[in-house]
Structure formats: structure tokens, C-alpha cells
């Protein structure tokens, strides 16, 4: 079996709490918050990368895991402009659709690496990230259980069940949903694949940032553009954007933008509020970009201290603005679900810097969704 890069261990970043990453353990048993990981990325060498694998994991130094059993050939999606300023990254053009895909493989991978390996994987997820953890536990020979809310869009339901995972849907809305699946995960050979509490899924998102390095040649725009519900993207961007100011690889700091539903908008609220976490707790209130409809996000105050490092800022789009801006992303060839258009909606008529949005899922998973 490839063995673990060395000194990695989960850490708490709130009560300094650590634990070895071939443990089981979902979250901080202490404070029950979410793990970061102890990992140092060594320098990625740019002159060496057009030799290597075709996929997220040409930027090995980068990563916690190496020589994955698990890869559907995730990773390096087209880098599009469609104004002078402002172009978009095709990231629903991975295996399952959804840049989601970069996170659920090293999940996977750590999964079958665990002594056992366990008997059962468990997830939660609105649509997408259930979809790709269920992908890749079906590569990697691992039993899984998705939970999603009863209201998910019945492709993405047909997806999850395709990979031959079995699904929960669960009444309520995105956080019941979660709740349900922390309370599954704490069974006997269970591994909870949290895209939220698990480091290891940042570290997979964060090569979104990576690619957009090595594809402008070692630059990177003047702002990069992401939508935020547990802000797995957003976070991983942040991690990538760190380790390239420190190894001395980028030389200005991008702006780190965020983009919210008017409509679920906790962070942005709490952004604009000058706090340092969530005002308090949020009700869910109907949204065409249901992967971000998290009322209360458990890495809030990591998010807005990423987005206020890296001099950013919060967005937030109407439902007017949503489905206006899937119809001229549809007119200019590219039909993408709602979540991801969140950024082309906030993003997509800047002239004043030039900035990179990713288009995050296919619009195939939804539908139309003009109601």
C-alpha cells in the first residue's frame, strides 16, 4: 500500500487538539469542530509540470496523499475567456460533473488507507459532493451511504444511486440533513467523508487554484471569483494561494471574492458586519443555488478570515440575477447549474480587473430551473 506522506496529523485549529489522520475520527473531540491538517506542500517546479500525469496530481509536492489507486483522471479543466477580462474555468468538466470531484478523491483514497479499511463510507451533501464521493468509493471497492435532503434534484439523485451508493433523503433542508449523517458516522468501522470537517477535501479543491497558476504561466488573475456555502472551494483556494506566496511562486495577491445567494447570504451578512463569525443562526430560505443554501456553515470564521487575508470581498446575487445570467452563459455555449452561475452573475460584467469564475457543475444535474 503507498505509504502516508510523513508528519501529517489532523490539529483543531480552535483548541489546538491533534489526531493521526489513519484514524477514523470525523471532527475534534474536544470541541467537535473541524480538522485542518498538519501538512507542509513543498514547492510545485512549473517548468516541470508538462511531463506529468494529466491530472490534479501532477502537483505531488502539493499534496498530503500520493500515488493514488483511486483517480478517474479529476482535474486540469479548460481555462475559457469570454470578455477581455474575465474568463471562467470549466470545472463541471470532471468525471461526475462537479469540481466536487477534486475533494472526493482524497477522501476516497484516504478511506481505503485506513486500517480496516472501514465497512462503510458516509456522506451528506445537497447534491454534488454526494454524487462524487459515491463515484469515487465505487472505484475504490468502498461500501457508501449518501444522505441528501428530500428536496434534491432528481438527477443528482439518479447519479448517487447509479454509483451503486445507497441514499438517505432526509426531510428538512441542508443542515437536517447533515445532522443525520453526524449521527450515523459515529458507528463501528464507519468513515465519515465530511467535504466539510476533512481537510484532506480542501487539499483536493485547492489544485483548482494550482491549475490556474500553471496555466497563466505562473501568474494568477487579479481576482478569483468562487461561490460560498461551506466554502470547501473558497478554502482550498485560500491554502494554494498561501503556499505559492510563500514558496516565492506568485508575486501580487489575488483577491479572494466570495459570492452568496441574496437569499442564503450568512457569511456575507456577517462579512459586511465586520464579525469575526455568523451573526447568529440563519433560517434556509429557497434558492436556485441550492449547493450554497448553508445557513450556518461550521468553517465560517475561517472563511471570512481568508476572504479579509486576501483582500476580498462578499457578493450576494438575487434569483433574478441568477436565472438572467444561466441564460447568457447558455447563449454563449456553456449550460451550467445554478450554484456556479452565482459568480458569473456577480463577476461576469467587471472590466476593471481581470478575474477567473469557476463554473463549478453541469447543468445537466438540474435542469433548467427557471422556477
Not at 468538466?93 to 472501514?118: H, I, N, Q
Not at 464507519?190 to 477535501?201: E, G, K, L, R
Not at 459570492?259 to 440563519?282: I, K, M, N, T, Y
Amino acid at each position: 500500500m503507498p505509504c502516508w506522506r510523513t508528519m501529517t496529523t489532523y490539529r483543531c485549529p480552535d483548541c489546538g487538539t491533534s489526531s493521526p489522520v489513519d484514524s477514523a475520527t470525523w471532527c475534534c473531540p474536544d470541541c467537535h469542530g473541524p480538522w485542518d491538517l498538519d501538512f507542509r506542500a513543498a514547492p510545485v517546479p512549473l517548468t516541470e509540470l508538462p511531463g506529468r500525469v494529466n491530472s490534479l496530481w501532477r502537483y505531488a509536492e502539493a499534496l498530503p496523499l500520493t500515488d493514488p489507486v483511486t483517480s478517474l483522471g479529476e482535474g486540469r479543466t479548460p481555462l475559457v475567456p469570454l470578455t477581455g477580462t474575465v474568463s471562467v474555468k470549466l470545472d463541471f468538466l470532471t468525471p461526475t460533473l462537479s469540481f466536487k470531484d477534486r475533494g472526493a478523491v482524497m477522501l476516497a483514497e484516504l478511506a481505503r488507507r485506513l486500517p480496516g479499511p472501514p465497512r462503510r463510507v458516509i456522506a451528506d451533501s445537497s447534491g454534488n459532493a454526494g454524487t462524487a464521493v459515491a463515484a469515487y468509493c465505487a472505484r475504490a471497492g468502498l461500501d457508501c451511504t449518501v444522505f441528501v435532503p428530500e428536496a434534491t434534484s432528481a438527477k443528482k439523485v439518479e447519479q448517487i444511486r447509479a454509483h451503486g451508493a445507497r441514499l438517505e433523503l432526509v426531510p428538512g433542508d441542508r443542515e437536517a440533513t447533515a445532522e443525520a449523517a453526524r449521527a450515523a458516522a459515529g458507528g463501528e468501522g464507519v468513515f465519515y467523508a465530511s467535504h466539510v470537517y476533512n481537510p484532506f477535501f480542501l487539499h483536493g479543491t485547492k489544485t483548482y487554484v494550482y491549475e490556474l497558476w500553471e496555466d497563466l504561466g505562473g501568474r494568477l488573475p487579479e481576482a478569483i471569483v468562487v461561490p460560498v456555502g461551506n466554502g470547501t472551494l473558497l478554502l482550498g483556494a485560500a491554502q494554494a494561494l498561501t503556499e505559492l506566496h510563500e514558496h516565492g511562486l506568485i508575486e501580487s495577491r489575488p483577491a479572494l471574492i466570495a459570492v452568496q445567494a441574496e437569499a442564503v447570504s450568512p457569511l456575507a451578512a456577517a462579512f459586511h458586519a465586520g464579525a469575526d463569525d455568523l451573526l447568529g443562526r440563519s433560517p434556509a430560505r429557497p434558492t436556485l443555488a441550492e449547493g450554497i443554501a448553508i445557513p450556518n456553515p461550521p468553517r465560517a470564521r475561517q472563511i471570512l478570515r481568508a476572504v479579509r487575508e486576501w483582500g476580498g470581498t462578499f457578493l450576494t446575487v438575487t434569483e433574478d440575477e441568477i436565472r438572467q445570467a444561466r441564460r447568457d452563459l447558455a447563449g454563449r455555449g456553456l449550460f451550467v447549474e445554478s450554484t456556479g452561475v452565482a459568480c458569473w452573475a456577480a463577476a461576469g460584467g467587471w472590466t476593471d480587473r481581470t478575474a477567473v469564475v469557476p463554473l463549478c457543475g453541469a447543468g445537466l444535474k438540474t435542469g433548467a430551473a427557471e422556477t
